[in-house]
Nanobody, 115 residues
């Protein structure tokens, strides 16, 4: 039974920072590729950042230079460090883990960027 649990969301002012975490269980985590997605109300879910099993990373243009994805295989955890947050970053954030032919989703954590 694969489980993904996101945490670290909350309410933050513009210009602030948050670090999201996604903890995986029931899987050999180090072989996985992981992505962070976000979805705002009424909008389509979009890919924010990805990291491969070899720690190669990729980012959406909208977050380049502000967000950093990383992983700690010993803790079976992937992180999303979010700096210089803007109101457009407001969304529910989800981690997605891909391993072989399988794909798993967490239940999400809410981020609100507002004054």
């Amino acid at each position: 039974q694969v489980q993904l649990v996101e945490s670290g969301g909350g309410l933050v002012q513009p210009g602030g920072s948050l670090r999201l975490s996604c903890v995986a269980s029931g899987i050999i985590f180090r072989f996985s590729a992981v992505g962070w997605y976000r979805q705002a109300p009424g909008k389509q879910r979009e890919l924010v950042a990805t990291i491969t099993s070899g720690s190669s990373t990729n980012y959406a243009d909208s977050v380049k230079g502000r967000f950093t994805i990383s992983r700690d295989n010993a803790k079976s955890t992937v992180y999303l460090q979010m700096n210089s947050l803007i109101p457009e970053d407001t969304a529910d954030y989800f981690c997605n883990l891909h391993l072989g032919r399988r794909d798993f989703w967490g239940q999400g954590t809410q981020v609100i960027v507002s004054s």
